[in-house]
């Protein structure tokens, strides 16, 4: 009998539209042994929660990626049978038809939210950064322990077929040592076209690159260096690194930090909110016999290749190879973690083995110590 895990939606925004509608696409266009039913939706008002479930429920008109039906097996599958609508958040927390709340609130907000949930014995889903900073992170971290709850941070990335791809590419020795990596998101957002209250111009919602964009190459390097199996390092720390200041606000425009792992590689991590990222390889892993170059976009690609060394250089693949691994026939591609909560929930454990709580707690110190090096104004609110 398949397991259906019952979520609580906190929040009505872009990323929390992702997730819903990721959640009314029919398991098996992906390959899941688990199914998900939307139970309840939070948000300032019941008006505004309503709107939110009444849109997933809507005609099966293309979605935001074009896809035609997308709705179609999450309605015909009662995937939103019963879902209510909440003015409060609290209200969603103390449904005792709720399993799981994914917390799709700004991520200044997320150590809030994410403890009242747990107070209120639910599991957890956290959209990333899991919170503002590390001390945040702990109590959550203990407050779920206690209470022997599910809690994880939702690097979807992690989950797609590229990163698993990758992780066996690497791990069969084909490539040689590893020697160095990079990973970019640089995102052309146009800042000064933006005003003073948009997310990520405002200090006080903890605006700038590093925390909005920082997730996604830090992800790639613990999947390709810190998950290695040759990897002795536990805790790799931040060596150097540098901000580019946005003056109108403070925030960081730009971040650029190196991360050591001893005996192993050096990573050097890039975000930044003012320049286009590279299409062509926003990941970068130069080992002994070819190098790997991940496509852009960061936090979904489906493009590897491996590319030989110049013939000038060392190396035994002289063949450039292209290897497509796209994400599930429909969808975003967030039903993936959606999955593995589900999963880790069915099986009674409190944490996932493909995005731990550890390796949360190391990327959230990176994002820390990157921050208060730089100068950016950090929130006062």
Same mark, same amino acid.
């Given at each position: 009998m398949t397991f259906t895990l019952r979520w609580g939606i &906190?929040?009505?925004?872009?990323?929390?539209? *992702?997730?819903?509608?990721?959640?009314?696409?029919?398991?098996?266009? !992906?390959? +899941?042994?688990? %199914?998900?039913? @939307?139970?309840? #939706?939070?948000?300032? +008002?019941?008006?505004?929660?309503?709107?939110? &479930?009444? !849109?997933?429920? +809507?005609?099966?008109?293309?979605?935001?990626?074009?896809?035609?039906?997308?709705?179609?097996?999450?309605?015909?599958?009662?995937?939103?049978?019963?879902?209510? %609508?909440?003015?409060?958040?609290?209200?969603?927390? %103390?449904?005792?038809?709720?399993?799981? #709340?994914? @917390?799709?609130?700004?991520?200044?907000?997320?150590?809030?939210?994410?403890?009242?949930?747990?107070?209120?014995?639910?599991? #957890?889903?956290?959209?990333?950064?899991?919170?503002?900073?590390?001390?945040?992170?702990?109590?959550?971290?203990? &407050?779920?322990?206690? *209470?022997?709850?599910?809690?994880?941070?939702?690097?979807?990335?992690?989950?797609?077929?590229?990163?698993?791809?990758?992780?066996?590419?690497?791990? +069969?020795?084909r490539l040689g040592k590893i020697k160095r990596m990079s990973a970019d998101f640089s995102m052309n957002y146009q800042p000064d076209t933006r005003p003073d209250s948009n997310r990520m111009i405002d200090p006080e919602q903890g605006g700038g690159s590093l925390l909005d964009q920082g997730p996604y190459p830090s992800v790639w390097a613990m999947l390709a260096l810190h998950q290695l199996p040759s990897n002795t390092d536990t805790d790799p720390r931040v060596v150097a690194s540098y901000q580019r200041i946005y003056e109108r606000s403070g925030v960081d425009a730009a971040s650029t930090w190196v991360v050591s792992w001893k005996g192993l590689a050096e990573a050097t991590l890039v975000t930044d909110m003012t320049a286009s990222g590279y299409d062509d390889a926003c990941v970068v892993i130069t080992c002994e016999d070819a190098d790997v170059a991940i496509a852009y976009p960061p936090w979904r690609p489906e493009r590897l290749t491996i590319v030989p060394h110049s013939?000038?250089?060392?190396?035994?693949?002289?063949? !450039?190879? #292209?290897?497509?691994?796209?994400?599930?026939?429909?969808?975003?591609?967030?039903h993936y973690e959606a999955d593995e909560v589900a999963r880790c929930i069915r099986d009674g454990k409190t944490q996932s083995e493909r995005m731990p709580l550890a390796e949360s707690r190391i990327t959230q110190r990176w994002l820390d110590d990157v921050r208060k090096a730089g100068g950016t104004v950090l929130k006062t609110a």
């Open positions: &906190i929040a009505t925004g872009g990323i929390s539209t *992702k997730f819903a509608e990721d959640l009314l696409v029919d398991p098996s266009t !992906r390959g +899941s042994d688990v %199914a998900h039913k @939307i139970a309840a #939706v939070g948000s300032r +008002s019941v008006a505004s929660a309503q709107k939110f &479930i009444d !849109r997933l429920r +809507s005609d099966p008109s293309p979605n935001q990626w074009g896809e035609d039906g997308w709705n179609a097996w999450g309605l015909g599958n009662g995937v939103l049978d019963g879902a209510k %609508a909440y003015g409060s958040y609290d209200e969603v927390f %103390a449904d005792p038809n709720v399993d799981a #709340v994914y @917390i799709g609130t700004p991520h200044t907000f997320h150590h809030a939210n994410a403890k009242a949930a747990l107070l209120a014995g639910k599991n #957890v889903l956290c959209e990333k950064p899991f919170t503002f900073d590390l001390e945040e992170l702990d109590e959550l971290i203990a &407050i779920a322990k206690e *209470k022997k709850l599910f809690l994880m941070e939702a690097v979807w990335t992690r989950f797609h077929p590229i990163a698993y791809a990758l992780q066996d590419l690497l791990k +069969s020795g013939k000038y250089e060392p190396g035994n693949i002289r063949e !450039r190879e #292209v290897k497509e691994y796209p994400t599930a026939k429909a969808g975003a591609g967030m």
